[in-house]
């Protein structure tokens, strides 16, 4: 399976009883092994959980902290984006370089990379002084 058909796959299992609007995330680490995961929302709104935040949690649980690729999918009218704080949680793995693959569960797939969709990054260069 492709990394989108990972994502589509792990997509089925989200929990978002209140947006509707299910998400599917999947990153191949370094080692070549996958991580997935789905958005899993909460009566309580802010503690629900995005798709990336999951799939990145997964993989950090098995012991990796280094993300070769992202997948991320959902039923949108275009490839559906990362939203800003799973952004920063994919830089925090991921070189600038990494490509991060956009889908739509009717096929349409946009290709970019972390950091197109994260200038400007903060990160630990600027605590260099401390
Ligand atoms: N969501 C994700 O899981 N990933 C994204 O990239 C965009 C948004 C989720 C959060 C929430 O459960 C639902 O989609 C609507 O915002």
Request: glycine share 10%.
């Given at each position: 399976?492709?990394?989108?058909?990972?994502?589509?796959?792990?997509?089925?299992?989200?929990?978002?009883?209140?947006?509707?609007?299910?998400?599917?995330?999947?990153?191949?680490?370094?080692?070549?092994?996958?991580?997935?995961?789905?958005?899993?929302?909460?009566?309580?709104?802010?503690?629900?959980?995005?798709?990336?935040?999951?799939?990145?949690?997964?993989?950090?649980?098995?012991?990796?902290?280094?993300i070769?690729?992202v997948?991320?999918?959902?039923?949108?009218?275009?490839?559906?984006?990362?939203?800003?704080?799973?952004?920063?949680?994919?830089?925090?793995?991921?070189?600038?370089?990494?490509?991060?693959?956009?889908?739509?569960?009717?096929?349409?797939?946009?290709?970019?990379?972390?950091?197109?969709?994260?200038?400007?990054?903060?990160?630990?260069?600027?605590?260099?002084?401390?």
């Open positions: 399976m492709t990394l989108i058909e990972q994502a589509r796959a792990v997509r089925e299992n989200a929990h978002a009883p209140y947006s509707k609007f299910k998400v599917g995330a999947a990153v191949q680490a370094a080692s070549g092994a996958v991580y997935v995961g789905c958005n899993v929302e909460n009566v309580a709104y802010p503690e629900g959980t995005c798709a990336e935040a999951g799939a990145i949690a997964a993989m950090v649980a098995a012991g990796e902290t280094q070769a690729s997948a991320v999918i959902a039923d949108s009218p275009t490839p559906v984006t990362p939203c800003g704080g799973c952004r920063q949680k994919i830089a925090e793995f991921a070189g600038g370089d990494v490509v991060v693959t956009l889908a739509t569960t009717d096929g349409t797939v946009l290709d970019t990379s972390v950091s197109a969709l994260l200038p400007g990054s903060f990160d630990a260069d600027y605590m260099s002084r401390v």
